[in-house]
């Protein structure tokens, strides 16, 4: 069973940066399209971006030009680095796997405050 663990988040004030990570049990950050999906108290979830096998990359225009999908296969590990982190983006945010066959995994999620 594979397991997706992310870390990273916390408090930071408006402007600031985080770096979320998404480390997997098992070799599929290479061969899964990986995303991040967030989710804001009342809100349903909703995706923010998304690294496919070849490495191409896709982010949500709420974050386009903020956030950056990224990962390290060799680590088995996801992150999305957030720049200019707005107050709006406060949720907690969520590592995805799909290997389009059927499989998909959650991660438990890991909280990210923006303060004004």
């Known amino acids: 069973q594979v397991q997706l663990v992310e870390s990273g988040g916390g408090l930071v004030q408006a402007g600031g940066s985080l ?11 290479s061969s899964y399209l990986m995303s991040w999906y967030r989710q ?20 949500a225009d709420s974050v386009k030009g903020r956030f950056t999908i990224s ?27 799909n290997n389009l066959k059927g499989r998909i995994f959650w991660g438990q999620g890991t909280q990210v405050t923006v303060s004004s």
């Not at 770096?19 to 950050?29: Q, T």
């Not at 809100?43 to 070849?54: F, G």
Request: proline share 3%.
């Open 71 to 97: 990962r390290d296969n060799a680590k088995n590990t996801m992150y999305l680095q957030m720049n200019s982190l707005k107050p709006e983006d406060t949720a907690v945010y969520y590592c995805h796997a």
């Open 19 to 29: 770096r979320l990570s998404c480390a997997a049990s098992g070799s599929i950050v």
């Open 40 to 59: 804001a108290p009342g809100k349903e979830r909703e995706w923010v971006a998304t690294i496919s096998v070849d490495g191409s990359t896709y982010n």
